[in-house]
């Protein structure tokens, strides 16, 4: 306001003012940096360093204007005001959002320097292109046009490190409007000098102690709630076309400028030729640059795309690449399979975190074994793959026995699955391997082989394997159209009480009416239905028809049920319920009729979401009963949790009571008496002679099935007195 009004003393008015301004700047920036975190306390002093040399050369300043000279102009003010843009720009590559890396600091820094010497012609067209030549030799009048240049290479600067960073943090914001401020000043004040019109205490000294305020200003927001990491690019947006030829944008301009500005001798000014030539050095270096961040890119964008992020190790991609390579070689090539058995279960029980750093763990021990014998990668999952090839060739069958020596436990390791064994399967290049995704599928042919082996083992590629998977994979297309075309029907085994040989329940069994091959038991295709994810269909098509059969069976007494077997995928659905209550409905048979038999297995993956729809279906009247009791992982806690009704006794068991087995006996006894603590009914599964009748029966056991009183066939077979005769 004093200097609008050009009231008296505006000069020193103006000074003054600018000298206060900038030193509250200064102790507000040190303030900063004490307030604030480790992570901006460089940035913070670095700026109240910028600051402190703007009291410098202010004071300068104002010292000159106190003695009369109107127009100051000493080596220390320059000094003092270029130092300054030195720590400013370095607190600007301190900031938090400023890239880590030092090329990625100089290519800012260059952006900044290249727009800054682009603007020197266009700003010499407008300020000078009408002065005199001898007006023009005045150094003060020249080099003064270097000042609103070092602030347009900061205000560019200080651009590139704001980046596409949203949101933008509330200082940056204010520290981009004081050095606009400072480049609206500076630019005004040459132009003036230019034309010889500035006096000191002119409306344009208002415009330094508005940059300084700002700075202030920006000293009272806090720190901003995280640090963005600059260099991770993962998720950042594309910048725009405008970021990118921000550097660029000017130098057409300057060309445009030098061709105006030349004097009718075809000389250019001294100054101009200059800036041009540290131009072109600047783009020059400028490019090498990009050059040298574009090579880096391609390099890590190779290395991204070949190598498994987790283990370090190559991938599905970079392993293919290798083995067409070697198999152009016609030398001899082999592949190793490899599965990690049991993983699944780490990542259930422990999480996926636990479940990364054993992939980790194993990965490396396998690094370690294969050493320079072979390439291994990891295909994805849990799923490993070793290229061997070279000359001589190391023998796969050693090598797959190195790799399960490095996989087992050593000591302290040996917890229920935590660490894993390994299936290998190998296949070695052949004449019935047309490319090499031929070889990769015998190789998988034979690690599935390893595994129904019983897993930790290697089994290699042979034609009786081959013949097996392709019979396989057709069994597997065939069951896709079995329950669509009627090939499925139900056989029902009788439940009987031991005392008096009365029906109590039938067990669904499914079966398959194959067009070809005949009849199959479940052995035969539920795994595969299991695999495939075609159970769930099964299971569905198994209640209805077996609630549909249960309640027309004529013969039936009052309180016999029909058990159906469910899997475990189908009790993770949160549509189970729908279906058992819409085969109920159809059927018109009452829930209490109907039991699901679970698996032990099943059952120790549920999570609370099953448990709670276990108790749903308790609710609505369906038993449940717990299958192969003794052979999973047995826990009184999950008798507490599980909303059993039932205890079936593995046949595994019964069976050994044949052989006068004192721990067999013993086994079925406490389950026996485990059941009635919980108030649970028993079944003895697999009773086929007198001998394990009559010792299931003294044990205690209420029911029991078996050949011992009935195969299973269809509901005429079920006759009761048939049965009774028969216990």
């Not at 023009?136 to 609103?148: E, F, I, Q």
């Not at 700075?215 to 927001?221: E, M």
């Not at 995280?226 to 076309?241: N, Q």
């Not at 990690?340 to 763990?361: I, P, Y």
Request: proline share 6%; glycine share 8%; hydrophobic share 50%.
């Amino acid at each position: 306001m004093w200097l609008a009004a050009a009231l008296p003393g505006a000069a020193q008015v103006g000074g003054l003012g600018s000298l206060l301004v900038s030193g509250w700047a200064a102790v507000a920036c040190a303030g900063a940096a004490r307030r604030h975190p480790a992570t901006l306390r460089r940035f913070w002093t670095l700026l109240a360093a910028t600051m402190g040399l703007a009291v410098l050369g202010q004071a300068c300043w104002a010292l000159r204007r106190l003695t009369g000279d109107e127009l100051p102009y000493l080596p220390l003010v320059a000094a003092a005001f270029t130092a300054g843009i030195v720590t400013g720009t370095a607190a600007l590559l301190s900031a938090l959002t400023a890239p880590r890396s030092r090329v990625g600091r100089a290519r800012i820094v260059l952006d900044g320097v290249i727009v800054g010497l682009a603007l020197v012609p266009v700003g010499w067209v407008l300020l000078f292109r009408d002065l005199a030549p001898a007006d023009l030799a005045d150094p003060v009048r020249t080099l003064g046009l270097l000042y609103p240049v070092l602030d347009l290479v900061q205000l560019t600067v200080l651009v590139a490190v704001i980046g596409m960073t949203r949101p933008v943090w509330r200082p940056m914001t204010l520290i981009a409007g004081s050095l606009a401020a400072r480049v609206v000043a500076d630019t005004a004040y040459v132009a003036l000098v230019a034309r010889g019109d500035y006096v000191a205490g002119h409306l344009v000294d208002a415009c330094w102690p508005v940059s300084y305020l700002l700075i202030v200003v920006a000293t009272r927001y806090p720190p901003p709630p995280a640090r963005p990491d600059p260099d991770d690019t993962t998720d950042a947006p594309l910048p725009p076309w405008w970021q990118v030829a921000l550097p660029y944008l000017p130098v057409g301009g300057a060309i445009v400028a030098v061709v105006l500005v030349r004097q009718p001798t075809g000389q250019t000014p001294h100054l101009l030729f200059v800036c041009m030539m540290a131009l072109l050095a600047a783009l020059a270096v400028r490019q090498g640059l990009a050059a040298t961040q574009n090579l880096r890119l391609v390099a890590r964008l190779r290395r991204l795309a070949y190598t498994d992020q987790l283990t370090g190790l190559p991938n599905r991609l970079m392993f293919t690449r290798r083995l067409r390579q070697a198999l152009r070689a016609e030398g001899p090539v082999a592949v190793l399979m490899l599965d990690l058995d049991g993983f699944k279960q780490v990542n259930d029980r422990f999480g996926h975190a636990a479940g990364d750093s054993l992939l980790t763990s194993l990965a490396a021990r396998m690094r370690d074994a294969v050493a320079g014998d072979g390439v291994i990668a990891r295909l994805g999952g849990d799923e490993f793959a070793v290229l061997v090839d070279g000359s001589p060739p190391v023998v796969p069958e050693r090598l797959a026995e190195r790799l399960l020596d490095a996989l087992r436990p050593s000591d302290g390791e040996e917890h229920a699955g935590v660490h894993p064994s390994a299936s290998i399967g190998i296949a070695q290049y052949g004449p019935q391997h047309a490319s090499h995704t031929d070889l990769l599928r015998d190789a998988d042919i034979a690690m599935y082989a390893a595994k129904e082996a019983g897993k930790s083992a290697y089994r290699v590629c042979t034609p009786q394997l081959r013949e097996a998977a392709v019979s396989r994979a057709e069994l597997i297309a065939d069951l896709r159209r079995a329950v669509d075309e009627g090939q499925l029907h139900l056989e029902f085994q009788p439940i009987v009480d031991l005392a008096t040989g009365a029906v109590r329940s039938a067990e669904a069994l499914v079966r398959w009416r194959h067009p070809r091959l005949g009849l199959l038991s479940p052995a035969r295709f539920l795994p595969l239905a299991e695999e495939t994810g075609l159970i769930v269909q099964i299971d569905r098509w198994v209640i209805h028809e077996a609630c549909r059969a249960a309640a027309a069976w004529r013969d039936r007494p009052a309180e016999a049920t029909v058990a159906v077997n469910i899997a475990a995928a189908h009790l993770r659905r949160p549509d189970l319920i729908a279906t058992v209550t819409a085969a109920t409905a159809a059927a018109g048979l009452a829930p209490r009729m109907l039991t699901l038999e679970l698996t032990e297995s099943a059952l120790i993956d549920g999570s609370e979401a099953v448990l709670e729809r276990l108790r749903q279906l308790r609710e609505l009247g369906i038993r449940i009963s717990i299958d192969d009791f003794g052979t999973g992982y047995s826990s009184l806690s999950y008798l507490h949790r599980i909303p059993a009704t039932e205890l079936k006794i593995d046949r595994s068991f019964v069976a050994r009571l044949d052989l006068d087995d004192d721990r067999a006996y013993a086994t079925v006894e406490m389950v026996t008496r485990l059941a009635g603590a919980f108030d649970l009914s028993v079944v003895a599964e697999g009773v086929e002679t007198e001998r394990q009748h009559a010792a299931v029966a003294a044990i205690g056991c209420v029911h029991g099935q078996g050949y011992r009183y009935g195969r299973p066939g269809g509901l005429m077979q079920l006759n009761p007195a048939r049965i009774r005769k028969i216990a």
